[in-house]
């Protein structure tokens, strides 16, 4: 048994098996209990929400029975986005917050992200310390403190606490005379997703509204955005809007039914705060997953930028670290510190629509902001993940690549973490040089390693 849980982005894996089976959720409730118990003693509180997967409710009673039988206090608010979760564990003076997904992936997979008390997720400290205790700590209460058990309730109004933060992030200007095709992905924004844009005065045409338990993702929201945008073009719409499961991010649709990544919509805010003096330090934040053609774009325009390793908990590191406002992925995570504490797709769309209305600009003119070098990403599933200093054949490959592609190109390889598989970015000036190269890589990784 591994004695790792905590990936890139909380637990994540296949649901009912380990580590996302209830034995481990049970035991990581008792284990964070612990853990906060250190900090503030019996009584105190945490939120947990979840997104729309039939293992969720498996999932939330076996982590607050967890939480319950070391003294916490549960506040349980059923399916919400993930960044509603972190909001509520501010707002409602909550030691920790927990959210139960597997954002991006199928309906079989799921996970539990943390976070604490000032709605940012766990460091490393603390989740290597709470599988300390679930791996070597006894998880016992002692005599003293057996008694004093938590108590457990639902929050009936923790969804309307969230859709007057989310519109308060524009001011709760509406946003009348727009129509939006919004695709919920069958998952947690599938009833706070369109009361808010509803609310604000849009014209909501719903996509994938309607779960069962068992079709988040699929063929829908962020990952496979393209009915969504199909459907842009047949209604007339003036945007399109796709989240994730859990809608911390979001991919668009300009009104041509053309797709705008994280990258183009992290380019289009950083100029616009920039222009209104609102960009901390003149300074925005990626991961090294951004294309090339938002550093070119960003330098231009007398913008830093600082490079991150991937995954948005390193984004929102640097710039909590370096007081930095605004940062992101091309995924569509984007991170706006001044409004939330971690990615949010709710409140991006919302403040892409403002832009749009303040400047009174089409989403394809605003998009038309960067030039986007070609590239292919690839995700290779593999058998083990063996140090990549020990994969001669790929590394031969990847060197010669670099080399051929020097200033005007890149690769990137790396494991993913919370997949079996072998991520790869291929980027160049030139599609065909992006292709060749792309497939010699993946071939030499399936000849080594692949599963």
Excluded at 364 to 372: G, P
Excluded at 409 to 426: A, F, H, N, W
């Amino acid at each position: 048994m591994a004695r790792k849980l905590f990936g890139t982005d909380g637990i994540r894996g296949r649901a009912n098996t380990y580590p996302v089976n209830p034995e481990i959720a049970l035991k990581l409730g008792k284990a964070v209990g612990k853990h906060f118990k250190a900090i503030g003693g019996f009584g105190q509180r945490v939120v947990i929400g979840k997104d729309t997967r039939l293992s969720g409710y498996m999932l939330e009673n076996a982590l607050t029975s967890g939480l319950v039988s070391m003294g916490m206090d549960v506040f349980l608010v059923g399916p919400v986005p993930t960044p509603a979760v972190a909001h509520l564990t501010k707002s409602l003076a909550c030691i920790a917050g927990f959210m139960i997904t597997a954002s991006h992936n199928p309906y079989t997979d799921n996970g539990i992200k943390i976070f604490n008390a000032d709605g940012f997720k766990l460091n490393d400290a603390a989740e290597e310390e709470i599988e300390g205790y679930i791996f070597d700590g006894d998880l016992q209460p002692s005599d003293e403190d057996a008694p004093k058990l938590g108590q457990a309730r639902r929050i009936e109004d923790a969804r309307g606490r969230y859709i007057e933060f989310a519109k308060s992030a524009i001011r709760s200007e509406n946003i009348r005379d727009m129509k939006i095709v919004l695709d919920c992905a069958n998952g947690a924004s599938y009833l706070l997703g369109p009361w808010i844009f509803c609310e604000l005065g849009a014209k909501v045409i719903k996509m994938a509204a309607s779960p069962d338990g068992l079709n988040i993702n699929e063929n829908c929201g962020a990952m496979h955005p393209q009915m969504m945008a199909r459907k842009v073009v047949e209604t007339g719409a003036d945007i399109g809007i796709a989240f994730d499961g859990d809608a911390d991010r979001v991919i668009f649709s300009d009104e041509n039914g053309h797709l705008i990544n994280g990258d183009r919509v992290l380019a289009m805010l950083a100029l616009d705060f920039k222009k209104s003096g609102r960009l901390a330090k003149d300074t925005l934040v990626v991961t090294s997953m951004s294309n090339l053609g938002l550093h070119q774009a960003m330098h231009a325009a007398g913008i830093k930028v600082e490079t991150t390793d991937v995954g948005d908990r390193y984004v929102i590191e640097r710039m909590l670290e370096k007081k930095y406002n605004l940062g992101g992925e091309e995924s569509g995570h984007v991170i706006v510190l001044d409004y939330a504490t971690t990615g949010d797709g709710i409140i991006t769309a919302l403040s892409v629509m403002n832009l749009m209305k303040r400047t009174g600009k089409k989403i394809s003119q605003l998009a038309d902001c960067m030039r986007e070098f070609p590239k292919r990403l690839e995700g290779v599933y593999v058998r083990e993940k063996k140090p990549l200093d020990e994969l001669p054949i790929v590394n031969a490959h990847v060197k010669e690549c670099r080399s051929s592609l020097g200033d005007n190109g890149r690769v990137i390889i790396r494991y993913s973490g919370t997949e079996m598989k072998m991520r790869l970015l291929v980027e160049a000036s030139d599609s065909n040089l992006v292709d060749t190269w792309t497939d010699r890589i993946v071939s030499a990784i399936r000849q080594e390693i692949g599963a």
